[in-house]
């Protein structure tokens, strides 16, 4: 009998919903229509896109003509950084930022830095969490931009968006948010939130890869990312992805439709995998939050393991997931994400994010649970630390 294939890596990608893929295929080759030509057959196509920007738009409470599309979620996080930098460069060059964002941003802070730009990284406590006190404190009269992801790829944790928000309005300094993993999981509203630019993904929320969007609040003199044509009220050059655009727009229908309902279930398989994992697996450790996290995302360490070896020994019993380190990726630093809440390498080594989706059932968490107790018993009895450990806790 075939192995089935138990997927728990959403938060890296997701697939493509079927009403997604079937309203983008007539774009590929019946109504493949250039949006900026003038004749009738393209104009469709025009109307199509400002149709989905008013469906994003909606979704964020956000005027229509704020939403400005992507290549995905790395691209606007790029574009809102260095626009502001450069735009705001008269009135200041300091960044405020967190230790645990994604490389999207932190890289993109690097870069800045290079040209003359000073970035503050902010610590978070042991559960992931901006302090707000330290926030306030790293304010300077050069502040120009405090970016902040909206809840963390890896460890789940939700930030106090809505009063860092407040903290940056009235300071008179931009806020951005990456929202990439919080998209399509949880409600947003720009206004409430005192959000001036947000980040996200088509991919993340069951929508193609190769699209997604920045928000970009009305009256910022950001300029343009892309430079060669009019396109995005002449934000962002190059011919319209239509057919992702298509794909964008249906899959946040989808997305907002379901969002209470999906979160509910997701929530539940979390909370269950994450009860019985510790209460069945001894010296596991729960990273993140344990309420204010996605509802979908579980994030483990096991002590005295391998990440990567428990990885594989997932995949030949066709669990796929992720690690909380980065070996896996050719690094032999454990996450960035793991040491800024404060675990020691060693610990961190040994991490497992597993991100759940709307298709996974209760019965595969428990197939999970079982497993993982086999699979840590197994890789614990060949580790030497683990052996020490036990007779000197005898």
Known sequence: MEQKLIYLDHAATTAARPEVVEAM?????????????IYGFAAGNKKVITDVRETIAKSL??????????AGGSESD??????????????????????IEHHAILHTCQYLEKKGFEVTYLDVDENGVVKLDQLKEAIRPTTILISVMFANNEIGTIQPIEEIGAIAKEH??????????????????????????????????NGPKGIGFLYIRKGLKLRSFV??????????????????????????EIAMATMEERTKKETEMR????????AEIPYARLNGDRKRRLPNNVNISFQFIEGESLLIM??????????GSACTSGSLDPSHVLLAIGLPHEIAHGSLRMTLGDENTMEE????????????????SMSPLYEDFIKHSK
């Not at 460069?89 to 967190?98: L, V, Y």
């Not at 948010?177 to 088509?202: C, F, N, R, W």
């Open 61 to 70: 409470n956000a005027p229509t003509q704020d939403i400005y599309f992507t």
């Open 227 to 252: 430079h060669g044509g009019a396109q995005e009220r002449s934000r962002r050059a190059g011919t319209e992805n239509v057919t992702g655009i298509v794909g964008l727009g249906k899959a946040v």
């Open 25 to 37: 295929m007539p774009y590929f080759t019946e109504k493949f229509g250039n949006p900026s030509s």
């Open 314 to 323: 997932l995949d030949m019993k066709g669990i796929c997931a992720s690690s």
């Open 365 to 380: 968490m428990d197939y999970v649970v079982d497993q993982l107790k086999e699979i840590v018993a197994k890789l614990r």
């Open 78 to 99: 790029n574009w809102a950084l260095k626009a502001t930098a450069e735009a705001y460069a008269d009135k200041g060059n300091h960044i405020i930022t967190t230790k």
């Open 172 to 205: 008179g300094i931009l806020f951005h948010t990456d929202a990439v993993q919080a998209y399509g999981q949880l409600p947003i509203d720009v206004e409430k939130m005192h959000i001036d630019m947000l980040s996200a993904s088509g991919h993340k929320l």
């Open 271 to 278: 909370d269950h995998l994450i009860d019985r994992i510790l």
